[in-house]
């Protein structure tokens, strides 16, 4: 079978937007802001009967007046309108649209509209995203097809597909406003009477600007296909899942959200498992995943250091890390050495490294400075977690060293956490992520991290 | 060996005998238990002499798929006595057509696999801890077939006992390569013949040298529409 043709979807020469809104607020008006916001580079059309301009763009009277060669539209009407619409569009020789409109096959009205549909879908060999999708994001092209008012979308090279518009609309807020990584491309796969998540993922796959990718599911289409395609994919990118509906509860309360229908998830589990998928089971994951995969390079193996100013932290952690799945090993005597040099002499030092009372005797900067070098250096470490003291008490350091220790080591991965004061926590993040550095506010997650990525390096190189 | 599910088939019948289930499976290469098919109890006889005591008889039939319940199976028989005084009894369960008189396989260990039909992902092969306790303990993993062997490794080592993998109670470890072969045998059969729904085989009981070896089997035919 050939393979479906995607690529206008995320590069468009151009796009009309069908039920473009003169009205701040609605979706056909929000969609054009956020278009305009992205500095998309194509030509824009818009269409409504009433006429006139919005946002300084003319508007056309109906699909018949559209230029000819218009390769990408958003139809972003009710659900009753949306057939007649998606006819015309096809009728001007408009190959892929997005279908914005909610209230099909999630409502019992909806199932005749959206059967409607699939026949034209079908009729006139049309790619499709959606019905009841929050639409679709592509930052390399400058893109996005969302209502949702996001702004400026940042460009990052982490994927999503998600079948939620939750994700394209409320995640990618918080993230745009409360992380610094950005994304590449972003697909809501709303109802999916076309694209679903195998097509999506084959066409990640083989996508330069996409170099991991992260997926929200709640049902499967095909997943045999979904099988086939992953288990090639996964071993050249990793591919991270969360997948609702695992449980009675969750999959009635999918049935309801988008029509979807959940098959068994031991088989689902299984399935996942063989295709070298990264299962995750927090939505929050979705977002940590994300960020890690955006700023580090996967981990070599399991064996972790941290260095802790507390040793409630010190035991608390190093049984995170055995339920996770990590390896807290011993360090060469070399880096005992070293280690038991920065400190004062009455405290045993081994890993994970008791870092108070080097930093308090010799200060915070070089005792995280030293202590994170000599872990890092250790041929038995894969990975190194600071929990970064910040107290006006003990001092600030200038977080410098750790840009340093990154660029000096990048192999392993770096990631920092906090103790103390939310007002330096906050400041070392948005001085350390902007530069490559990741930081989390809760002490346990740099290690649910570690553990998704060192799964993510396991499924790539697992055997055939 | 097409012929065995042909005529069950014609014959309309849900199930293959244990005794043909096995024939099946061995034709995958998959490790069955020595045994023979006997229509009386005096030809039970003979057939435990061949194999040698102690033996185990079971009652044998098409419809028989759940032995146990019925008091089908006479564990460790070590003698022509016991044979023929056992044979006389299960020979008037319901549905008995034969006796099944099979060696009494040694070792501690007893595991389960199978095949599986879903409707979305197709055939689908299990792995898991077996014996009697197989639905209490629920220690299973499954693939979706076709399995590389890649795939039966990794099920082999999912499941949470996985220790019963290494040696144990002075029984070698279990033989992976001829265990991985049987999950990917069992994922080709599914994929290759549609008229097997379901497989069961339970226990796969593991030989004190480590090899596994089918003591019980059930073939489940798909129902002709």
Known sequence: MMKKEFGPFFEPKNVAVIGASATPGRPGNDVIRNILANEYRGAIYLVNPKGGEILGLPVLPSIANLPDGVELAIIILSAKDTPQALRACAEKGIRHAV????????????????????????????????????GHTSTPHQFTSTFFPLGKIRRGTV?????????????????????????SRVIGLGNKIDMDESDALEYLADDPETSAIVMYLESIKRPRKFLEIAREVTRRKPVVMLKSGSTEAGRHAAVAHTAAMAAEDRLIDAMLRQAGVVRIWDYTHLILAGKALSMLPLPKGNRVSFLAPSGAMLVVLSDLCVRLGLDVPEVEPATVQRLHDIS???????????????????GVEFGY???????????NIDAVVPILMLTEDTGIPSYDFILDLKKRY??????????????????CKNYLEPLGVPTFPEIEQPFEVLSILYRCAKAMNRPE | ????????????????????????????????????????????????????????????????????????????????????????RLMKIRGCEALLVQEMVKGARELVCGLTRDPQLGPCVMFGLGGVFTEVLDDVAFRIAPLTLGDAREMIGEIRARKILDPFRGEAAIDQEILGHVLVSLGRIGLEYENVAAIDINPLKVRPDGKPVAVDALVVLRKER
């Not at chain 1, 994927?159 to 994304?183: C, D, P, R, W």
């Not at chain 1, 004062?344 to 010799?362: E, G, K, L």
């Not at chain 1, 400075?369 to 041929?379: T, Y």
């Open chain 1, 410 to 427: 990048s192999d392993k991965p770096l990631i920092v956490t906090f103790s103390a004061d939310k007002k330096y926590m906050d400041e």
């Open chain 1, 369 to 379: 400075r030293e202590g994170m070098e000599a872990v890092l250096k250790d041929p």
């Open chain 2, 1 to 88: 060996m097409m012929n065995l599910l042909k005529e069950a088939m014609a014959k309309g019948r849900a199930t293959l005998s244990e005794y043909d289930s096995k024939r099946f499976l061995s034709c995958f290469d998959i490790p069955v238990c020595r045994e023979g098919l006997a229509e009386n109890p005096d030809s039970a006889a003979a057939e435990a002499r061949k194999i040698g005591y102690p033996i185990v008889l079971k009652a044998c039939g098409a419809d028989l798929a759940h032995k146990t319940e019925v008091g089908g199976i006479a564990l460790n028989l070590k003698n022509i006595r016991d044979v023929r005084k056992e044979g006389l």
């Open chain 1, 344 to 362: 004062p002499p009455f405290i045993r030092m081994r890993n994970p490294v008791d870092i108070w009372a080097s930093a308090s005797v010799r």
């Open chain 1, 159 to 183: 994927s999503y597909i998600a079948q939620t518009g939750n994700f394209a609309t409320h995640t990618m807020k918080y993230i745009l406003t409360g992380e610094h990584f950005g994304v």
């Open chain 1, 99 to 134: 279908l914005s409109a909610g209230g099909f096959a999630e409502v019992d009205q909806g199932v005749k509209i959206q059967e409607e549909l699939v026949e034209i879908v079908r009729e006139k060999k049309l790619r499709v995203i959606g019905p009841n999708t929050s």
